[in-house]
């Protein structure tokens, strides 16, 4: 069974630092996703990594995929406090379900 | 735009009760999900279904029932509820995986649960 493995577990950072959010992976996937969550509210799809070397960045947010170390990583730029949320990656098995990480509780510190 | 979304938002069962949570979506996906949340432990695949008619198990499918009579609609029954199936129910869906398209989910707003 695939196992996911998100750390840290929780975060607390202050704004307008940099941080890295590593998510690992038990056997061969080259499909991962990363998703954020508010407190109370859904997931919110965030970046889809379709092959190995994969970067994709959106604002203060950048993702990356490496499959051969089976390793994920979410950098995070010069935190603020719009950040704080909960932050899961999932990673997709040969039969296309996701299996998701326990997930990362990110916040941000004025 | 819905997107997707299940109902109820909200339910409180006593032990051995039964209930059904509706997903609906409108963006014509084929690939529908129900996972649950817990605290401490991501979300977990209950069911799937890759299309009208057709459901498969997840990682913890114990105790629970789907249903696809519908493209657009799963239902998650819970035929005698239990205490550890308090949960947060997330139903998403998505279109079918290939070499150019993703598997990106698309979740609803969540379903809680809590059975006493």
């Known amino acids: 069974e695939l196992k996911v493995e998100q750390n840290p577990l929780f975060l607390s950072m202050q704004e307008g630092k940099n941080y890295t959010i590593y998510c690992n992976y038990s056997?061969?996937?080259?499909?991962l996703y990363w998703y954020r969550q508010d407190p109370g509210k859904s997931l919110e799809s965030l970046f889809v990594?379709?092959?190995?070397?994969a970067v994709k960045q959106e604002g203060r947010l950048m993702a990356s995929l490496d499959t051969k170390a089976r390793l994920s990583t979410l950098h995070i730029t010069a935190a603020v406090h719009d950040l704080s949320a909960t932050y899961f990656c999932?990673?997709?098995?040969?039969?296309?379900?996701?299996?998701f990480g326990t997930g990362t509780r990110l916040t941000v510190i004025p | 735009n819905a997107g997707v979304t299940q109902t109820p938002k909200f339910r409180v069962l006593k032990t051995g009760q039964s209930m059904t949570l509706l997903c609906a979506q409108d963006?014509?996906?084929?690939?529908m999900y129900w996972y649950r949340q817990d605290p401490g432990m991501g979300l977990r695949l209950i069911h799937y279904?890759?299309?009208?008619?057709?459901?498969a198990k997840g990682e913890v499918p114990d105790g629970y029932n789907v249903s696809r009579l519908k493209k657009q609609n799963f239902l998650l029954g819970l035929e005698s509820a239990a205490p550890s199936q308090t949960s947060v129910y997330f139903c998403?869906?998505?279109?079918?995986?290939?070499?150019?398209?993703?598997?990106?989910?698309?979740f609803g707003e969540g379903s809680r649960l809590t059975v006493l």
């Open positions: 279904s890759v299309g009208e008619g057709t459901t």
């Open positions: 990594l379709l092959s190995n070397g």
């Open positions: 999932a990673v997709e098995n040969l039969a296309n379900n996701l299996f």
């Open positions: 056997t061969t996937s080259d499909r």
């Open positions: 963006m014509n996906h084929e690939y």
């Open positions: 998403a869906s998505s279109y079918p995986r290939g070499r150019v398209r993703s598997g990106e989910l698309f």
